[in-house]
């Protein structure tokens, strides 16, 4: 267990839905990644947050957003949902030496 | 870009020693980072290499040099359990920076 939690596990939803992906970084950290792994696909970093502010930017796409709250905990919104962002979708947070732990992941399927 | 280049599968017997390569490009290069992931679950934490060297953790061994711009991780007295992907990943910038992530590669361990 690596101490970062995420909601829900599985999310099954249809084309031009929305959807919000949660992320509890572990105790302590103040960066938390969000990645997105298709599949037969490597991990494509998305966004990072560093204690409330947006610090760098992947491959997110305009219909993705994210952002962090003051309590630390992290959302990504998907909007306007294809076919082709069906994938899991990882979020980490780093300790201080910049190690990234990663939860266990919130396995989307869009319908 | 900044490509990460792993080899895409391989096949080892168990009890026997594999070694899984990585290149990287070296601008900015500020540390590297080896994952072990089963398939369908979240990358786990193995080794962590930023000065030129062998680090060795159990099993695992991970060594780095930064003017070839390539790492390789070390698996010893392979396990059945030891079947997964392996991922190399580079960090470019400061402590917090996001990670680029090679595609992995599969390991298959027979016995």
């Known amino acids: 267990d690596s101490g970062v939690t995420q909601t829900p596990k599985h999310l099954i939803t249809a084309t031009g839905q929305r959807v919000t992906l949660r992320c509890s970084p572990r105790s302590g950290d103040l960066s938390v990644y969000w990645y997105q792994q298709s599949l037969d696909q490597g991990l494509q970093f998305l966004i990072q947050?560093?204690?409330?502010?947006?610090?760098a930017k992947g491959n997110i796409l305009e219909r993705f957003s994210a952002q962090q709250f003051p309590d630390l905990h992290s959302e990504l919104n998907l909007s306007s949902l294809e076919l082709g962002d069906s994938a899991l979708y990882f979020c980490?947070?780093?300790?201080?030496?910049?190690?990234?732990?990663f939860g266990p992941g919130t396995r989307l399927t869009v319908l | 870009g900044q490509n990460i280049d792993q080899p895409t599968e391989m096949t080892a017997t168990e009890g026997a020693i594999v070694q899984i390569n990585c290149t990287y490009q070296?601008?900015?290069?500020?540390?590297l980072f080896w994952y072990q992931q089963h398939a369908g679950e979240a990358p786990t934490f193995l080794s962590y290499?930023?000065?030129?060297g062998l680090e060795e953790k159990g099993r695992f061994s991970s060594f780095l040099s930064r003017s070839k711009g390539y790492s390789y991780l070390l698996l010893k007295e392979l396990q059945m359990k030891d079947s997964a992907s392996y991922l190399c990943a580079v960090r470019y910038g400061g402590s917090q920076g996001n990670l680029i992530f090679g595609k992995g590669t599969k390991l298959s361990v027979k016995p």
């Open positions: 947050y560093y204690n409330g502010e947006e610090r």
């Open positions: 070296t601008s900015g290069f500020n540390g």
């Open positions: 980490a947070s780093s300790s201080p030496t910049g190690t990234q732990y």
């Open positions: 290499n930023v000065l030129d």
